[in-house]
């Protein structure tokens, strides 16, 4: 059973952290789960939809208590 760990847990084939996933045998992993050592993982892997951030917008910047003119001589 694939289990995802939630604390690190090392024997002597292995040495997991938090976030590693594991194939344990039924038993172990049941054990695992109900101590609070592990969560099982989804067998279907569910894809999700990634928002894409805003493009960066850079312009000119603006005077914007003036106004571009000034200092120009035009008002």
């Given at each position: 059973?694939?289990?995802?760990?939630?604390?690190?847990?090392?024997?002597?084939?292995?040495?997991?952290g938090?976030?590693?996933?594991?194939?344990?045998?039924?038993?172990?992993?049941?054990?695992?789960?109900?101590a609070?050592?592990?969560?099982?993982?989804?067998?279907?892997k569910?894809?999700?939809?990634?928002?894409?951030?805003?493009?960066?917008?850079?312009?000119?910047?603006?005077?914007?208590?003036?106004?571009?003119?000034?200092?120009?001589?035009?008002?």
């Amino acid at each position: 059973m694939l289990v995802r760990m939630l604390v690190g847990l090392s024997g002597l084939a292995y040495s997991l952290g938090p976030g590693d996933e594991r194939d344990f045998p039924q038993d172990e992993a049941l054990r695992l789960i109900s101590a609070g050592f592990a969560a099982p993982v989804a067998e279907i892997k569910i894809e999700r939809a990634v928002q894409v951030p805003a493009a960066e917008r850079r312009g000119r910047k603006r005077n914007v208590v003036y106004g571009d003119s000034f200092g120009s001589g035009n008002g």
